[in-house]
């Protein structure tokens, strides 16, 4: 969620909500944003012309460091990593967290909603090969297979519905094959 807050609020207020979620969340990260300006310059090489870096929010991170939760000037993050769980569970922990970040801050305006799933879907390889038309609606095909073997792909498809404006991303990706199988990385 991205939120824009209609008061300047002092980033330590973000460290204090995150309180409330210390049983579950114990550790305690902070975020920063950083901003860098180069121009060009003759070698020797020279350090950025600008560079600013400023505490933006907190990270508080499960036992385990797989689910982490975000609370930002500018908005909220959940994320759940590998491995992963149910939907529902996920879902009914970020809405808690967020109706926790929510309530601090209800005159915030909601900006932005999205949700990122991270795929690795693992291909077996028969010969060294892996046909990923078998596996996947788009496929990549090469006319000189035999003279140039395919070696790895990137693929990225913008899809919207006309009807509400919403829309998806879609990325796709190999990276280089480990004990027989090529994986690919899908991002939602």
Same mark, same amino acid.
């Given at each position: 969620?991205?939120?824009? /807050?209609?008061?300047? !609020?002092?980033? %330590?207020?973000?460290?204090?909500? =995150?309180? @409330?979620?210390?049983?579950? &969340?114990?550790?305690?990260?902070?975020?920063?944003?950083?901003?860098?300006?180069?121009?060009?310059?003759?070698?020797?090489?020279?350090?950025?012309?600008?560079?600013?870096?400023?505490?933006?929010?907190?990270?508080?991170?499960?036992?385990?460091?797989?689910?982490?939760?975000?609370?930002?000037?500018?908005?909220?993050?959940?994320?759940? /990593?590998?491995?992963? !769980?149910?939907? %529902?569970?996920?879902?009914?922990? =970020?809405? @808690?967290?967020?109706?926790? &970040?929510?309530?601090?801050?209800?005159?915030?305006?909601?900006?932005?909603?999205?949700?990122?799933?991270?795929?690795?879907?693992?291909?077996?390889?028969?010969?060294?090969?892996?046909?990923?038309?078998?596996?996947?609606?788009?496929?990549?095909?090469?006319?000189?297979?035999?003279?140039?073997?395919?070696?790895?792909?990137?693929?990225?498809?913008?899809?919207?519905?006309?009807?509400?404006?919403?829309?998806?991303?879609?990325?796709?990706?190999?990276?280089?094959?480990?004990?027989?199988?090529?994986?690919?990385?899908?991002?939602?």
């Amino acid at each position: 969620m991205q939120v824009a /807050l209609p008061q300047v !609020i002092d980033v %330590e207020r973000l460290k204090e909500l =995150g309180k @409330a979620l210390q049983p579950e &969340y114990p550790q305690v990260r902070p975020q920063f944003v950083a901003m860098a300006i180069f121009q060009p310059q003759p070698v020797p090489l020279s350090p950025p012309s600008l560079f600013n870096q400023e505490l933006r929010g907190y990270s508080f991170l499960s036992s385990d460091s797989k689910e982490i939760v975000q609370y930002r000037l500018d908005g909220f993050t959940f994320n759940r /990593l590998a491995p992963y !769980i149910s939907w %529902e569970d996920m879902h009914g922990k =970020g809405l @808690a967290a967020w109706q926790h &970040y929510r309530s601090a801050f209800p005159d915030g305006k909601v900006t932005r909603v999205a949700t990122r799933f991270l795929n690795r879907i693992l291909l077996p390889l028969d010969h060294g090969r892996a046909e990923l038309d078998d596996y996947f609606a788009v496929g990549t095909k090469d006319p000189h297979e035999e003279t140039l073997p395919f070696v790895g792909f990137i693929s990225n498809q913008v899809f919207i519905d006309l009807k509400t404006g919403f829309g998806a991303n879609i990325n796709m990706a190999t990276q280089p094959a480990v004990n027989e199988q090529v994986p690919i990385y899908s991002r939602h």
